[in-house]
Every structure is written in C-alpha cells, then in structure tokens.
C-alpha cells in the first residue's frame, strides 16, 4: 500500500486512488469490510456486502455515526474494543456483535478488525472484516432453546412425580386402612354409623383419587392432540349454576359463602359446555380451597367494550405472589412451596384451565396479592359470542 502522510483526519479519503486491484477486491468481497479513519472519527469506505447485510446505503453508512448500527445491548463493549484499537492498547480485535438493520431486526456479525500501517509501522487505517453469522446465531439460540425446555420438562416430569407419589399415596392409604378395618371387624364391634363414616370416607378418598387421575389424564390428551371438543350454543349462567350447585357443600363445609353476580342479558356462547364448566369447577375448587373460613368466592359474567365474553372468579382467600402467577399456569407448578400459605395438590387445575380456554381461542388472566385474594378470569372472543333477537 502507498505511504500516506501520518495524521489521523488528514488522509486522502480514498484509499483505493492507486490501487484499482484492491479496490475490486474490496467492493467484490462476499464478507462485509469497512475502513475507519485511525481516529475512528468516522468511515471512510464501506463495501456492496456490508450495505446489503445492514440495509443501509454507501452514504448513509459513511455519513452516520457509528451508534446507529450498533445494538444497544452490545454498543458499550464495542467502544471499549474500538478505543482500545484506536488508542494503540491493541493492535487488532475479534468479536460477535449485533447490528440493527435498517428494517429494525437484529443482524449477527463476527467482527475481525486490524491496524493497517505504512512502511515504517505507523498506523493509517483500520479495516473490519464483518461475516453475517445471523443464521448461526439463531440456530445457537434454538439449540439453548430446546435445551432449557428439556431441562424444565425433566425438572417437572421429577415435580409431578414427587407429588403424585404423596397425592396418590394419601388417599390410597385411607382406603385400604378403613376397609381393612371394617373387613376385620370379624366379631361385629363396629356399629353401624362408624360402618358408614368408614363408608363415606372410604368414598371421598376414592373419588379425590379418581379426579386427580382424571386430571392428569385431561391433560396428557390435550398435549396429545387427542381432546375432543364438542361446541354447542349454551347459555353461561346455566352452566355457572351447576358447577355451584357440585362445590357448594363442600364451601359450606369450608364455612366459604358463594355469590354469583351474571348479566340479565347475556349472549349465548359457542362452546363444549362440558369442558366450560370444567373450566369454571377448576376455577371454584381453587377458590374455595384458598379461602379461608368466614371468606367469599364470586362468579360474576360480563361483557366488555370490546365485545368478549368474561367468566370471573374472584375469593378473598390467601392470594398468590405476583412472581409466581406465570408459573402455576404451567402443569404441575404452584406457588411458594416453602409458604405457611401452601396448599398440597398436584398444580394440574389452572394448568387444564389455560389448555382448554386456549382451545376456545380464548385467554386466561389472573390478578391476585397475598393475604387479599386472586381474580382468575377467562376470556372468550366475540366470535363466539351470539345474542337473541
């Protein structure tokens, strides 16, 4: 390369004057290349192939500053690399970096950038080499991706086993205790109500168990794809009804009063009602089971502005830290496990009531604060909304 007089902005900005066969190489590179000045006060070239993996022009390139291209995220590592170069700490740096391309998406770059000198050592020039690795970079990303979300699956296949073990286990045990007991009741001491308390508990046991496997099996055929749906126009209310009318002993018990607040007017919703009012019992079952004595569980139907259909279950229970709430959507995740607040259950109730709002192309939303309660709302769209003439 011809000697150039040794200032920093002083250069004769073309560095190709003398030199055509550079500059073919230069401008018919399939790899970006740009050329600073040695102050790095702006550049003085840039090639076809580095416009085209930015999307900016020549002159805009040489115009702008060097911010414009930069992420932020990377932008702070990037002029700490740049002054060192410039300030003759370093002779020369490699990096990956993210450039904004003009249209706004993010641009991966391997960055190789070196002093170009004269004869007698003196810096005139620095010149990037810039290979666009975007797609590499994506397919890292998908990689660590999928990493992580075998990782989760593992930590919650471990989860789910550690609490079925105890959630089967429990009422399991009480049934094979009481009927071993009435079965060994050879000599006929037991009277006739304890028959009929180990009757009655013998059957709360059996069907706590059967719901929990019926969850679980819910579920396994909603991520199987193998779920049938079945939609029907229904009115919400009648169906609101019923699923009180099955939790309301067992709120009675729990000494949880329930109110439900539904619109005189409401339209018919196109929906499997079978799968809405499993929606609404999994919304009432949490509700009252974190509730305490004495407290209110509210199921209030509305229609907003914007024409959706809103199923609210709202309690005055214990409440979820707002840090947990996007978890325990998740199958077989509940909140602090570690709280005095903690109820025992498989995590499995929100989780099937996100999958089958999802497939009623709805949505779930949940608002709640510790010690004042939770509000578990779903979402229907509007076209499936439908009022009587």
């Known amino acids: 390369m011809t000697n150039y007089e040794n200032s920093d902005d002083s250069l004769n900005d073309d560095p190709f004057a003398e030199e055509g066969v550079f500059r073919q190489v230069f401008n018919g590179a399939a790899q970006g290349m740009v050329i600073h000045l040695k102050g790095g006060s702006r550049r003085i070239a840039v090639n076809p192939a580095f416009c085209e993996m930015v999307g900016y022009s020549e002159q805009t390139l040489l115009n702008e500053p060097y911010e414009l291209l930069t992420h932020p995220d990377d932008l702070e590592k990037s002029l700490k690399l740049r002054r060192d170069l410039f300030s003759g700490l370093t002779n020369s740096?490699?990096?990956?970096?993210?450039?904004?391309?003009?249209?706004?998406?993010?641009?991966?770059?391997?960055?190789?950038?070196?002093?170009?000198?004269?004869?007698?050592?003196?810096?005139?020039?620095?010149?990037?080499?810039?290979q666009d690795i975007t797609a590499r970079k994506q397919a890292e990303e998908a990689l660590i991706k999928a990493k992580e979300q075998a990782d989760?699956?593992?930590?919650?296949?471990?989860?789910?086993?550690?609490?079925?073990s105890h959630e089967l286990r429990t009422p399991l045990n009480s049934i094979i205790g009481f009927s071993e007991l009435m079965g060994l009741d050879m000599a006929g001491a037991m009277t006739l109500e304890q028959c009929r308390a180990y009757a009655g508990d013998i059957n709360a046991s059996g069907s706590h168990l059967l719901n929990l496997i019926n969850d679980i099996l819910d579920v396994s055929k909603i991520e199987a794809g193998a779920m049938d749906f079945f939609d029907d126009w229904i009115d919400v209310k009648t169906v609101i009804d019923k699923s009180i009318n099955m939790v309301k002993?067992?709120?009675?018990?729990?000494?949880?009063?329930?109110?439900?607040?539904?619109?005189?007017?409401?339209?018919?919703?196109?929906?499997?009602?079978?799968?809405?009012?499993?929606?609404?019992?999994?919304?009432?079952?949490?509700?009252?089971k974190f509730t305490e004595p004495g407290g209110l569980v509210t199921v209030k139907v509305s229609v907003s502005q914007k024409q959706r259909l809103w199923i609210?279950?709202?309690d005055t229970g214990i409440g979820i830290d707002e840090k947990h709430i996007?978890?325990?959507?998740?199958?077989?995740?509940?909140?602090?496990?570690?709280s005095r607040l903690y109820k025992e259950g498989t995590g499995l109730g929100l989780a099937l009531v996100n999958s089958l709002i999802e497939h009623h192309d709805g949505q779930l939303d949940i608002k709640?604060?510790?010690?004042?309660?939770?509000?578990?709302?779903?979402?229907?769209?509007?076209?499936?909304?439908?009022?009587?003439?």
């Open 93 to 130: 740096f490699q990096t990956d970096k993210r450039y904004v391309h003009k249209d706004g998406h993010d641009v991966w770059g391997a960055v190789n950038t070196v002093a170009i000198r004269d004869d007698q050592g003196n810096v005139l020039y620095f010149m990037s080499y810039i």
């Open 326 to 338: 996007e978890r325990i959507k998740q199958p077989f995740q509940q909140g602090d496990q570690s």
């Open 249 to 288: 002993e067992r709120a009675s018990e729990g000494g949880v009063r329930i109110c439900c607040d539904c619109m005189d007017t409401r339209p018919q919703l196109l929906a499997d009602a079978t799968r809405v009012k499993q929606i609404v019992l999994n919304l009432l079952s949490n509700a009252i």
């Open 312 to 314: 609210e279950v709202m």
């Open 152 to 164: 989760f699956a593992s930590r919650t296949k471990t989860e789910f086993l550690a609490n079925m």
């Open 368 to 389: 709640s604060k510790v010690g004042k309660g939770t509000t578990v709302r779903v979402c229907f769209p509007p076209s499936r909304l439908k009022y009587n003439d």
